[in-house]
């Protein structure tokens, strides 16, 4: 049973590569493994109308990612409800279902940085004392910034930590099919011991539920049940629970009584890290260019980070070729913008600059020494050398500057300001980008 929810698990995250959010949720979540005969992986579909879809659009996907999950899965079957009872051996022993955990997402494959480095301490305190502090623990933040991750590492942890604890991690879809074919079958009491009888119950999007009154009143009473009882809970959602729409008051209040955690996009020394921490785990050895490359061209998604260094090994393996900037390039065209050709000249970089710190061209070359002009007037200097490789002494006419110490001293202060200011180099790297991509 176990090694079948954790080549389940696989599938999932293999399939949430190619699919976009609401159709994983839709036709992915409502799916339950049931068993592997013969190298067939049997998933049972909660009606025909999902088993119909699957099967004319989604089939051949479920196969290919189930075969990557595990190399002895050779085919699956989409089974019904009422066919169950074929493949079950035992039913009245059977074991409910758990959702795995992945087993990829641990705290050690975690990759840490300044966009979720509050959200990760506040995982780890959890994984240590569940039900005792940030209970309950929001976690908060747009598609694929990690929160499934830290979801499923807080598991692994408790497990770790707690061996005989029992984990379920759900996603509010599977959470909201489940009691609905609990009230279809009048299994309401099996679908409350199965929720309830848990040390830490954790539900993935929980925006999803809004709108569905039977729902939230379920998920209401689950959490009072666990709460009064002690037990952890973990919620993620797309924004922080006070501002999720429709969502009834006493949840919301019940969710911001814990602790609510963002997460942040992250900036691009996080994304290079995720990168190389994503080929150590595959083996692959790539070169610090194409890493650096992949992170700037992919600047949000950390899934999409990791799934286009995956489309990279794929082009490499199928092409059997060594992973070299033409071939990054080629397997991610789809997500690059067109080449544009960009005639870059000290007119363009003081124009840009001009533009970006909201000043006109005439208070830049001006002998304004106020803050707001002399930082963007040393920028557009400092540019001049750095991209343009134009001497000091050019570079001082350019600005109607007769001492080319200025222009030197100048770029000084700019190399300076991003030593020492994170924020002022990312600034910087975006007026370069606006200089260069037109």
Request: proline share 4%; glycine share 4%.
């Amino acid at each position: 049973m176990e090694q079948m929810q954790g080549i389940w698990a696989l599938t999932r995250e293999n399939i949430r590569k190619n699919m976009s959010s609401m159709s994983f949720h839709r036709w992915i979540d409502v799916l339950e493994p049931v068993t592997i005969q013969n190298g067939i992986l049997i998933i049972q579909c909660p009606d025909g109308t999902t088993k119909s879809t699957l099967t004319e659009y989604y089939k051949d996907t479920l196969r290919m990612a189930a075969k990557q999950a595990n190399t002895q899965i050779v085919d699956i079957m989409l089974i019904l409800p009422d066919q169950r009872r074929d493949f079950d051996h035992d039913e009245q022993t059977a074991t409910p279902s758990i959702y795995a955990l992945n087993p990829r997402y641990t705290f050690d494959t975690f990759v840490v940085g300044n966009s979720n480095r509050s959200a990760h301490a506040a995982a780890q305190a959890v994984a240590k004392a569940p039900g005792r502090v940030y209970n309950p623990l929001s976690l908060y933040g747009g598609v694929g910034l990690g929160k499934t991750h830290l979801m499923h590492a807080i598991g692994h942890a408790v497990k770790q930590n707690f061996p005989t604890a029992r984990v379920l991690y759900v996603t509010s879809e599977t959470f909201t099919n489940e009691l609905i074919e609990a009230i279809r079958m009048g299994k309401n009491a099996e679908f409350r011991h199965r929720f309830r009888n848990v040390d830490l119950l954790m539900v993935d999007d929980v925006q999803f539920i809004a709108n569905r009154q039977s729902v939230q009143e379920e998920f209401f009473n689950t959490f009072n049940t666990l709460h009064n009882a002690g037990k952890g809970i973990v919620i993620s959602s797309d924004r922080p629970p006070q501002e999720i729409a429709n969502l009834e008051e006493r949840i919301r209040s019940r969710l911001v009584g814990g602790l609510s955690v963002d997460i942040q996009e992250p900036d691009v020394e996080t994304r290079i890290a995720i990168l190389r921490n994503k080929a150590q785990q595959e083996g692959r050895a790539v070169d610090d260019s194409i890493i650096q490359f992949i992170a700037e061209h992919v600047p949000n998604n950390i899934r999409q980070l990791e799934g286009s260094l995956t489309k990279v090994f794929f082009y490499s393996n199928l092409k059997e070729e060594p992973i070299t900037m033409a071939l990054a390039r080629e397997a991610l065209k789809d997500l690059l913008p067109e080449d544009k050709k960009v005639d870059v000249t000290p007119t363009r970089i003081k124009e840009i600059v001009a533009d970006y710190y909201h000043i006109n061209l005439q208070s830049l070359m001006s002998q304004r020494r106020d803050k707001e002009v002399v930082v963007p007037r040393q920028i557009s200097m400092y540019l001049c050398h750095d991209m343009l490789s134009l001497p000091y002494k050019r570079i001082a006419l350019l600005f109607d500057r007769t001492d080319h110490t200025t222009a030197i001293s100048a770029c000084g202060r700019i190399e300076t300001m991003m030593q020492e200011d994170a924020e002022f180099k990312r600034s910087l790297e975006d007026i370069r980008k606006k200089i260069t991509e037109g």
